[in-house]
């Protein structure tokens, strides 16, 4: 502990000052201290006093002075003593140490000081010389200050650079899966910054199904593109497992709601085309309407948002119905977000709107998406967008895209032996049933090889779906290739049958391996593999024996259920097989072995 | 952007006029937030008569009002919502939580 009197740092003066200094006097003799404080004020520094060399350097340390003048008529002592203190510590903040000379100093004692004291001033002090080196000692310290502030900002920047660049790159990867399907899609993306709160992504289902999704979040910036992580995330993965548009929406909408503040919410279009069937399913939620445009480039249907954005409502209050349509010509999906029809003039008054976005997409599908960019570049004069805008166009075609997968299932090489599953599933089973992942379930517990897996899984697919719409529930087949009107009714009948469905069952048995044929009662060839499927439903079955096959097992040639799904089954099976008067279904996939 | 508040038969009406947009945030919130405590209250009207444009962030701030209003037990009424003002909340499809009129 210091006594009260070695206690430094009393501050003389808070007159204003003109010079931009900090002064610390320090000299052990209260007179000296007093005449020298007098004078650096007189010149507009700002000043204090100290006795004491480790106070004086703790001041100076603190960045509270900038400037220590200290007395040497104790042969420098103190200024030793200040400099041990400076050489011990780690101040970052630079200070000048300036050496007081009385004009009886012999030089070589003025010598021995050099290297402890930064600079010299010879006493007796001048005013005017005294002035010029506090001036001197201010512009060094803005000129370093200057230095710093320049070198913060630019780590700043350098930080900012690096964030964005980890930031984007993990936000593009996360965002492409398959750059095969990415193909299929001509997307435009503008971000007001360097990060985008806008969205696309396309997706293929298991079902060959082509999902796609445009996304906005409130805002802009990283902000936004970190809120629409979850959608994409949900889109990705139950894409991947086969879960339908409603599905999605729904579980998009509680990640949203469980993760972002109230204020923040995502607007989306997630939309699924079945190329085989040929419908198009959309969810809109507080997006601009999507457009579907014909071969003869007019509209052939729009999708107005129909609901709340995600993350504004939850349970019950949610509304995740779609809208479908049933196309007959090849077409084109456009989806846009409100930051296109939304975007400003140049001269900020008009937006440009929705007519003008159509007449630009209208006619000719080449080049619709460069037509609609530069319309909305002209009537902004190519100024940067205030909010993040994108479109997006996907062709509707008249069949599946190929799969990219190889045609013949193969099966892995560690399967020896056979195996089976069975499962039957009841009424409540059957009302919330989810198809596809079911169906993806299964697949999984079989070794199969990855390639083969679409075949099996459209056929296991295709076969559990009749037996539930044609078996269990009682529909129509004819009925869903009536035109849009049937199949309008079919969809109808379909939800509220199901709903409502209080009694049935749908059994599915899977078997592979050499005997599953012999066991079966198929002929079979040493050393053939088979991969059997039988489904049974406990429907009112159908006249087998009217298409022409007799007898068990009973080939099939033609059938009434035949749509383009089941066609495509037929092609995948070698043996395809109705029992118990049709409720009974039986494929069979030759399965080769590698090598 | 400017706000305006009155209140006439436990009714504050809260009139906006400009841009209704993120920079709006802090005069929104002073505006509303005494009409949610005040006793007298049962209503908030928001009047968008002079809003040239509101944007999803103002879409955000609406939310939010709704959220402490029911809590207050009160109900928001949006009032006086036209051309692009209305289109916009429109595709929001905030008639599903919002009176308009």
């Known amino acids: ?595 | 952007m400017q706000t305006q508040v009155s209140v006439i038969n436990e009714r504050a009406r809260i009139t906006l006029s400009g841009r209704f947009d993120f920079y709006a945030h802090r005069q929104f919130k002073t505006a509303y937030e005494g009409q949610i405590t005040a006793m007298d209250v049962s209503a908030i009207e928001i009047d968008l008569r002079d809003v040239e444009y509101l944007d999803s962030a103002a879409l955000g701030m609406l939310l939010l009002l709704r959220d402490q209003a029911s809590v207050a037990h009160k109900t928001v009424i949006l009032t006086n919502c036209r051309g692009v003002v209305l289109q916009i909340l429109e595709i929001a499809n905030f008639k599903k939580l919002f009176t308009i009129q």
Request: hydrophobic share 45%.
């Open chain 1, 1 to 595: 502990m210091k006594n009260e009197s070695a206690v430094l740092a009393r501050r003389v003066e808070a007159t204003p000052y003109c010079i931009a200094l900090n002064v610390i006097v320090l000299d052990a003799r209260a007179g000296v201290r007093r005449n020298l404080s007098t004078l650096v004020k007189a010149v507009g520094a700002s000043v204090v006093v100290a006795a004491d060399a480790a106070d004086a350097y703790a001041s100076a340390a603190r960045g509270e002075a900038d400037v220590v003048l200290c007395g040497v008529d104790d042969g420098g002592a103190l200024l030793k003593a200040l400099n041990t203190e400076r050489a011990r510590g780690d101040d970052v903040h630079p200070w000048t140490a300036v050496a007081l000379v009385p004009e009886a100093m012999a030089d070589h004692d003025v010598e021995a000081l050099e290297g402890i004291a930064d600079d010299f001033l010879q006493l007796p002090l001048n005013a005017a010389n005294l002035t010029a080196r506090l001036r001197m000692y201010a512009r060094t310290r803005s000129h370093f200050e200057r230095l710093n502030e320049q070198q913060t900002l630019l780590q700043r920047h350098e930080d900012e650079a690096e964030d964005k660049r980890i930031a984007s790159h993990l936000l593009a990867r996360l965002n492409i899966r398959d750059p095969a399907t990415e193909r299929m899609m001509h997307a435009w993306v503008s971000p007001a910054q360097h990060l985008s709160g806008d969205v696309v992504a396309i997706a293929r289902a298991p079902d060959d199904r082509l999902n796609l999704l445009l996304a906005d979040a409130t805002g802009h910036g990283l902000a936004a593109a970190i809120s629409v992580l979850p959608v994409t995330e949900v889109f990705h993965r139950m894409t991947e497992r086969g879960f339908d548009v409603s599905s999605m929406v729904g579980e998009m909408n509680r990640k949203i709601r469980s993760f972002m503040p109230g204020d923040r919410f995502v607007a989306a279009v997630v939309a699924s085309i079945d190329m085989r069937e040929r419908v198009i399913e959309v969810w809109n939620g507080g997006c601009p309407s999507v457009l579907l445009l014909g071969a003869d480039g007019a509209v052939a249907q729009t999708w107005p948002s129909r609901h709340l954005a995600l993350g504004i409502v939850e349970g019950a209050d949610f509304d995740a119905s779609v809208q479908r349509f049933a196309y007959h010509d090849a077409c084109q999906l456009m989806m846009v977000s409100d930051g296109l029809s939304e975007a400003p003039s140049a001269g900020g008054r008009a937006r440009f709107g929705d007519t003008a976005m159509l007449e630009a997409a209208l006619g000719p599908s080449a080049r619709r998406l460069q037509r609609v960019v530069s319309a909305l570049q002209r009537f902004t004069g190519g100024k940067p967008l205030d909010d993040d805008a994108s479109v997006m166009l996907v062709h509707c075609q008249m069949e599946p895209p190929a799969a990219p997968l190889d045609v013949v299932p193969v099966v892995r090489d560690d399967v020896e032996s056979a195996w089976s599953v069975e499962l039957t599933l009841g009424a409540a089973q059957l009302r919330r049933l989810a198809l596809v992942p079911f169906v993806n379930g299964i697949l999984d517990q079989m070794d199969i090889a990855a390639h083969a897996r679409s075949d099996v899984f459209c056929v296991l697919s295709e076969l559990l779906g009749n037996g539930l719409d044609y078996g269990v529930l009682g529909l129509e087949p004819g009925l869903r290739h009536q035109g849009d009107e049937g199949r309008q009714r079919f969809w109808q009948q379909r939800e509220m049958r199901l709903a409502n469905l209080s009694e049935g069952t749908l059994s599915v048995r899977v078997a592979l391996g050499p005997a599953v044929a012999v066991e079966l009662g198929l002929e079979t060839e040493p050393g053939t593999y088979h991969l059997v499927i039988a489904v049974e439903d406990s429907g009112s079955g159908f006249d087998v024996q009217a298409l022409g096959g007799a007898g068990r097992p009973t080939p099939v040639r033609s059938h009434q259920r035949a749509g383009r799904g089941f066609e495509l089954v037929r092609s995948l099976c070698d043996a395809l097989y109705f029992e118990n008067h049709g409720r009974r279904v039986i494929a069979r996939i030759p399965i080769t072995r590698p090598g």
